[in-house]
């Protein structure tokens, strides 16, 4: 399998301008999660997703953001519009089955500069 | 205040020393989670337990849930070894409260 894909990996935009991250997470894995990773504040639960239903969007900051997943195989994460303060590392992850017996892999993360 | 405090911070080695890094939680778990960050980004999961201690290699994780601590240790520590490690807690849900991670670098 090729792991969790992200697209793009890098994405530099101008204040005020629409964002959208794309996750493809692994076959079969029904669980989805989207985190994103600041220097700051590390990294940080924005909403998961279980069999395509998110179960816990508490972690998104604002109603800038939003997250779909309209199938298995996709995800998007969706800013709009975009902030400085948005300037981060997001990346999914999936797993397969409940927890706690199973891992999350991760993808390789999208760096999102906001000018 | 973070629910999840790991030290230390920063910590540099030579390369054949033992390393420790602590984690420590405030709430009650199901899991916790250790993971790898590499230098250039990639986060890898490298145990999930609930109780007692994994091993994986030169990789071992110790819990001691009446004392909501966590170790993780690495045997013979090489420079392929330098990276960022994170502790992460699981409570009921799926969901992960992560530390702010320890940045290791080992020195040849």
């Known amino acids: 399998d090729a792991g969790v894909i992200q697209s793009p990996r890098h994405e530099v935009t101008e204040m005020g301008q629409e964002v959208t991250l794309r996750c493809k997470p692994i076959?079969?894995?029904?669980?989805l999660f989207w985190y994103r990773q600041t220097m700051m504040r590390g990294l940080e639960l924005l909403i998961y997703?279980?069999?395509?239903?998110?179960?816990?969007d508490s972690g998104m900051p604002e109603d800038r953001f939003s997250a779909k997943m309209p199938n298995a195989s996709f995800s998007t994460l969706k800013i709009q519009p975009s902030e400085p303060r948005d300037s981060a590392v997001y990346f999914c992850?999936?797993?397969?089955?409940?927890?706690?017996?199973?891992?999350?892999?991760f993808g390789p993360g999208t760096r999102l500069l906001v000018l | 205040k973070n629910e999840v405090e790991q030290s230390p911070q920063n910590l540099t080695a030579q390369e054949g020393e033992f390393i420790t890094i602590n984690c420590s939680y405030s709430?009650?778990?199901?899991?916790l989670h250790w993971l790898q960050q590499h230098p250039g980004g990639g986060i890898v999961s490298l145990f999930m337990?609930?109780?007692g201690k994994k091993k994986h290699g030169r990789l071992i994780a110790t819990i001691n849930i009446q004392e909501k601590h966590s170790s993780l240790h690495i045997t013979a520590s090489h420079p392929r070894d330098s990276a960022v490690y994170i502790c992460?807690?699981?409570?009921?849900?799926?969901?992960?409260?992560f530390g702010k991670g320890t940045k290791l670098t080992v020195n040849p």
């Open positions: 337990l609930s109780s």
């Open positions: 709430v009650g778990i199901s899991a």
């Open positions: 076959s079969g894995h029904d669980y």
């Open positions: 992460a807690r699981q409570g009921g849900s799926e969901k992960l409260v």
């Open positions: 992850a999936s797993s397969l089955l409940s927890a706690p017996q199973e891992t999350q892999y």
């Open positions: 997703f279980n069999n395509n239903v998110p179960i816990d």
